[in-house]
């Protein structure tokens, strides 16, 4: 691992994740070690792809763009460079990969619109990703690394369309079935950490929990708050913003809140009565469980 990647991996100068990898095995490195069949990822594409421990559980996320020169980079909104580097600096022993973190007066920001690319593709600037459509209403964009006014707006627009986040629904206690994540799970692609345990819960139908979006009155409390039904847990909530008009019509409402959860599926039926610390909440959406791929 280049050390000069430590160096400039410095926290608080930029906003999310940034790491070029060069080198013959950067592709097979990151193929062998996470969830994504990556091996084939050509230049002026990107795939998303998650880190998990041996239990199937969330660790780490990243978009993965490949340029025109054949480097190879990790790119993140929502997370620094640092802790991902140094879990790729676990698993290098011999392959042939130096990483570098090129700019760190630039960051990676969500964007939520089309920016004119077709998904899952990427246009360069000054040899590296300029801009990256993740899918065809979200994309990210590489600027200079002022630092952004928190924006409430984003938030609950993220929110509403269930993009999981690092630390809220991209974190430890959850598998990627239960936070939306299936399609950047390949099943089938060879041996990496997880997987077994990833396999088991579709054979064996082991997803006990489902991304949901919930409402509730009041001011947004802070998440992660845990949710009950009756005085059984049932779950999380993982991320809050405000809300002021209903999702689905626009119309104003009263002051309340919107939020991501990860609830039992008992919990996400019709009926079902939840409750959080401030009060009852209900169901405003429950998201789809998408399959992985290689079934």
Same mark, same amino acid.
């Given at each position: 691992?280049?050390?000069?990647?430590?160096?400039?991996?410095?926290? $608080?100068?930029?906003?999310?994740?940034?790491?070029?990898?060069? #080198?013959?095995?950067?592709?097979?490195?990151?193929? !062998?070690?996470?969830?994504?069949?990556?091996?084939?990822?050509?230049? #002026?594409?990107?795939?998303?792809?998650?880190?998990?421990?041996?239990?199937?559980?969330?660790?780490?996320?990243?978009?993965?763009?490949?340029?025109?020169?054949?480097?190879?980079?990790?790119?993140?909104?929502?997370?620094?460079?640092?802790?991902?580097?140094? @879990?790729?600096?676990? @698993? %290098?022993?011999?392959?042939?990969?130096?990483?570098?973190?090129?700019?760190?007066?630039?960051?990676?920001?969500?964007?939520?619109?089309?920016?004119?690319?077709?998904?899952?593709?990427?246009?360069?600037?000054?040899?590296?990703?300029?801009?990256?459509?993740?899918?065809?209403?979200?994309?990210?964009?590489?600027?200079?690394?002022?630092?952004?006014?928190?924006?409430?707006?984003?938030?609950?627009? !993220? %929110?509403?369309? $269930?993009?999981?986040?690092?630390?809220?629904?991209?974190?430890?206690? @959850?598998?990627?079935?239960?936070?939306?994540?299936?399609?950047?799970?390949?099943?089938?692609? #060879?041996?990496?950490?997880?997987?077994?345990?990833?396999?088991?819960?579709?054979?064996?139908?082991?997803?006990?929990?489902?991304?949901?979006?919930?409402?509730?009155?009041?001011?947004?409390? $802070?998440?992660? @708050?845990?949710?009950?039904?009756?005085?059984?847990?049932?779950?999380?909530?993982?991320?809050?913003?405000?809300?002021?008009?209903?999702?689905?019509?626009?119309?104003? !409402?009263?002051?309340?809140?919107?939020?991501?959860?990860?609830?039992?599926?008992?919990?996400?039926?019709?009926?079902?009565?939840?409750?959080?610390?401030?009060?009852?909440?209900?169901?405003?959406?429950?998201?789809?469980?998408?399959?992985?791929?290689?079934?």
């Amino acid at each position: 691992m280049d050390t000069h990647a430590r160096r400039t991996a410095r926290p $608080g100068q930029a906003t999310g994740t940034l790491l070029r990898l060069e #080198g013959k095995d950067a592709l097979p490195l990151l193929h !062998r070690i996470s969830t994504q069949a990556l091996e084939d990822l050509a230049p #002026g594409t990107v795939r998303a792809t998650l880190f998990c421990d041996r239990r199937g559980r969330l660790l780490h996320r990243a978009i993965v763009a490949a340029t025109s020169d054949r480097a190879v980079w990790l790119l993140r909104p929502d997370a620094p460079t640092l802790p991902l580097l140094e @879990f790729l600096e676990l @698993f %290098i022993f011999r392959d042939d990969v130096r990483a570098t973190v090129p700019r760190e007066d630039w960051s990676v920001h969500l964007v939520p619109r089309s920016v004119g690319l077709p998904p899952g593709t990427l246009r360069e600037r000054e040899g590296r990703p300029h801009e990256v459509q993740i899918r065809p209403d979200w994309a990210l964009a590489l600027a200079p690394a002022a630092a952004p006014a928190p924006d409430a707006g984003l938030e609950r627009a !993220r %929110i509403l369309a $269930g993009l999981p986040r690092h630390g809220h629904e991209i974190a430890e206690p @959850f598998t990627p079935f239960e936070v939306g994540l299936g399609p950047e799970v390949h099943l089938h692609k #060879g041996c990496y950490t997880g997987q077994e345990a990833l396999l088991r819960m579709m054979t064996y139908q082991g997803v006990r929990r489902r991304l949901v979006r919930v409402q509730g009155p009041g001011a947004p409390p $802070g998440a992660p @708050f845990e949710i009950h039904a009756g005085a059984k847990s049932v779950g999380w909530v993982t991320s809050t913003a405000s809300e002021t008009a209903d999702a689905a019509t626009s119309a104003p !409402r009263a002051p309340g809140w919107t939020g991501l959860a990860v609830i039992t599926h008992a919990a996400s039926e019709p009926g079902a009565a939840l409750t959080v610390e401030q009060g009852a909440i209900e169901i405003a959406h429950r998201f789809e469980i998408l399959p992985p791929l290689g079934l």
